[in-house]
Nanobody, 115 residues
Framework: QVQLVESGGGLVQAGGSLRLSCAAS????????MAWYRQAPGNEREWVAS???????NYGDSVKGRFTISQDKARKTTHLQMNNLNTEDAGVYFC?????????WGQGTPVTVSS
């Protein structure tokens, strides 16, 4: 069984930075793709960024130029570097791994941005 554990969330002032991490544990092979999503209270879950086994990345329009997704060589850990945060970036951030056609989700890590 594969589990994802996220870390790095917390409270930051507007304009600040955070680095989120998501690590897979258990019977895990390299991910085909990894992604980050976020969900603010009362809102639907929103896609933020993805990275594929090739290294190709893409981002939601609201985070382009501010967020960077990366993966380790084994493709079992992903990071999301978030710079120049604003209050609209606040929410619970979830990572998702695509493993052999299955979507595996983490439990989420909260991000709070103070103005």
């Amino acid at each position: 069984q594969v589990q994802l554990v996220e870390s790095g969330g917390g409270l930051v002032q507007a304009g600040g930075s955070l680095r989120l991490s998501c690590a897979a544990s258990g019977n895990v092979v390299s991910a085909n793709a990894m992604a980050w999503y976020r969900q603010a209270p009362g809102n639907e879950r929103e896609w933020v960024a993805s990275i594929y086994s090739s290294g190709y990345t893409n981002y939601g329009d609201s985070v382009k130029g501010r967020f960077t997704i990366s993966q380790d060589k084994a493709r079992k850990t992903t990071h999301l570097q978030m710079n120049n945060l604003n209050t609209e970036d606040a929410g619970v951030y979830f990572c998702k791994f695509v493993l052999g056609g299955r979507n595996i989700w983490g439990q989420g890590t909260p991000v709070t941005v103070s103005s």
